[in-house]
């Protein structure tokens, strides 16, 4: 099977800001959403349309 192909930054960067992440949050709460919406959990939720 293939690796999938990494997200740019730009297009994890805006997911990120659409669910809630800022970089003026405070780091334990960005670190939070980074980790949440990872690189397949981003591609799975946009083919589901969010």
């Not at 990120?16 to 981003?42: F, K, V």
């Amino acid at each position: 099977m293939d690796t999938p192909h990494p997200l740019s930054d730009d297009h994890r960067e805006a997911f990120w800001r659409r669910s809630g992440w800022h970089p003026a949050l405070p780091d334990s709460e960005r670190r939070t959403l980074e980790l949440r919406w990872d690189d397949e959990s981003i591609t799975l939720a946009e083919i589901f349309g969010f």
